[in-house]
């Protein structure tokens, strides 16, 4: 099973600034790579797949990049609403489908 | 516009049963495969089980293997999930996800998520 790591936990940032976020694989995954977004009480977001292929109606503020073992989400400047929980996770070796256990992007 | 429906939320005592359903529209239901994903409370998101579009092929975790059950009616647009022998660690919503394609890799891309609906194991 592939075993898939986020970081960090938590990231407090402004509107405004720009969000790093990481994931990596515990074995190559190529590019084989989704990004969610889940908010509150709300189901999750195909955000991007392929590691760096937006979902239909994702701003263009949402990109992504990496492949093998190390990934990144970038938010270039944050809006209010993308504080939530961001969660990537592989499909290059399944079953099973295996996430990473999030990262919470909050208001500073 | 593709819309997940989940039903069949319940409180349930342990080893008890359940069926969970989830009605699709919005696209041909018969061409993607179709997960199930759970997500503990305050936990983050666990997949359960994924079935192929011809309903052939049929994957589970391995904390689910062996109680649980996925199927799909294509000609009803629905896919369910049985959920025998249950345990307290099952408690959590369920939700549905079409995928992006049929199995390997598209298979894997969950682009669309029902709103999702909990199950609760308690006695």
């Known amino acids: 099973e592939i075993v898939m790591t986020q970081s960090p936990a938590t990231l407090s940032l402004s509107p405004g600034e720009r969000a790093t976020l990481s994931c990596g694989a515990s074995?190559?995954?190529?590019?084989?790579l989704a990004w969610y977004q889940q908010k509150p009480g709300q189901a999750p977001r195909l955000l991007i797949s392929?590691?760096?292929t937006r979902a239909t109606g994702i701003p263009a503020r949402f990109s992504g990049s990496g492949s093998g073992t190390e990934f990144t989400l970038t938010i270039s400047s944050l809006q209010s609403e993308d504080f939530a929980v961001y969660y990537c996770?592989?499909?290059?070796?399944?079953?099973?489908?295996?996430f990473g256990q999030g990262t919470r992007l909050e208001i500073k | 516009e593709v819309q997940l429906v989940e039903s069949g939320r319940g409180l349930v005592q342990p080893g008890g049963s359940l069926r969970l359903s989830c009605a699709a529209s919005g696209f041909t239901f018969s061409r993607f495969a179709m997960s199930w994903v759970r997500q503990a409370p305050g936990k983050g998101l666990e997949w359960v089980s994924s079935i192929s579009a011809s309903g052939l092929s049929r994957y589970y975790g391995d904390s689910v293997k062996g109680r649980f059950t996925i199927s799909r009616d294509n000609s009803k647009s629905t896919v369910y999930l049985q959920v025998n022998s249950l345990r307290a660690e099952d408690t959590a919503v369920y939700y549905c996800?079409?995928?992006?394609?049929?199995?390997?890799?598209?298979?894997?891309?969950?682009?669309?998520w029902g709103q999702g609906t909990p199950v609760t194991v308690s006695s």
């Open positions: 996800a079409k995928a992006a394609g049929d199995m390997i890799t598209l298979g894997g891309i969950l682009s669309s």
């Open positions: 392929g590691a760096s």
């Open positions: 074995q190559s995954v190529g590019s084989n």
């Open positions: 996770q592989q499909y290059s070796n399944w079953p099973p489908i295996t």
